[in-house]
């Protein structure tokens, strides 16, 4: 396992480090959607299927049916401390794996990870998504069966730039797995999701929507470009145009989305009230979250994207 660090270009760098840096403060006043096993079933019944098949375990078998696992190497972008590339190394999915993200906090904590679990094919790199050093030693044009982004894409504003290197580093044929938020740009959501939102929030009991900070959730305003850029300059920057610009340099074979429409915004740091669900609150948001996506009245703000470079 290595770790090191570049100088990266974009002036905003500090302030991502300070957003993303320490995962603690993206719970510092309450869980998200995300932490609960009933919402995680559901993503996975979206993607695969299978309430209880994780779109990761699920793309390996994919690949597996093309060639023999492990892979030799691949490379997430955007890895931040989630420990993604120390999970496919540790599950044999890969022989080596390097993790690249504009945090060196973020990666620093990856790393340690790494090192706790004895994880010799795993490698931490500080890189700007939107100037990837293609061509250093580390990122050899041809040299990936497989670049993943999951929860880090949305948060690049030269798309184009990134999927052009991702297609000089991947091998013909590699694969380009994304796990990303692709809902509107700077997160600004239609009213239709927001009044829906504000309609859960009110309907429920002033404990069940008390954030861990001891605020009271009531309704949902739809922060304003400059309210998200204060918080984090990167931030949904080109989000909506993840999809639309991906067949210029792969084969897409597969969009699976997985709403979050309206689980995402409402559960925000009053997820842990929910991990029972005694009352069946989170079994009817979600009904209703699948309602919207089968009736269109809402589209997916997350998907999983099977992509690849052309043979």
């Known amino acids: ?41 559901t993503i996975n019944r979206r993607v695969t299927g299978d309430a209880n098949l994780p779109a990761l375990t699920w793309f390996f078998q ?7 696992l492990p892979l030799g190497r691949v490379l997430i972008v955007g890895c931040g401390s989630a420990g993604i590339e120390n999970s496919i190394v540790q599950s044999g999915w890969a022989a080596e794996a390097v993790g690249l993200d504009l ?10 990870q ?27 044009p041809g040299s990936f069966d497989a670049v993943f982004g ?6 690049c504003a030269n798309l184009e730039g990134l999927y052009s290197a991702v297609s000089h580093l991947l091998k013909p044929g590699g694969w380009f797995y994304l796990d990303e938020f692709i809902g509107p740009s ?3 959501w239609p009213d239709v999701q927001t009044g829906l939102i504000s309609g859960f929030l009110s309907a429920l009991p002033d404990d069940l929507v008390r954030t861990g900070a001891g605020h009271l959730r009531r309704g949902y305003i ?10 984090d300059p990167s931030e949904a920057v080109r989000s909506a145009e ?5 067949p210029t340099w792969f084969t897409v074979e597969g969009l699976f989305g997985y709403g979050g429409n309206l689980l995402h915004l409402a559960l925000a740091q009053i997820a842990q009230h929910f991990h029972t669900d005694a009352g069946g609150h989170l079994a009817r948001l979600i009904a209703l979250e699948d309602w919207c996506l089968s009736e269109g009245l809402l589209t997916d703000d997350f998907a999983v994207i099977l992509a690849r470079k052309p043979a």
């Open 1 to 41: 396992m290595t770790f090191s660090a570049r100088d990266p270009a974009p002036i905003f760098a500090d302030v991502v480090d300070a957003a993303w840096g320490d995962p603690a403060t993206w719970t510092a006043e309450g869980q998200h959607w995300t932490h609960l096993a009933q919402v995680q079933q």
């Open 186 to 188: 700077r997160f600004q």
């Open 222 to 231: 739809r922060p304003t470009v400059q309210q998200v850029i204060a918080v």
């Open 103 to 112: 945090s060196p906090r973020a990666l620093a904590l990856a790393a340690e």
């Open 114 to 140: 790494a090192a706790a679990a004895g994880l010799r094919g795993v490698k931490h790199q500080v890189a700007d998504m939107n100037a990837l050093p293609v061509g250093s030693a580390d990122l050899q």
């Open 150 to 155: 999951i929860a880090g894409v949305h948060h």
């Open 242 to 246: 993840i999809v639309p610009l991906l």
């Open 62 to 68: 994919r690949v597996a049916r093309d060639r023999p």
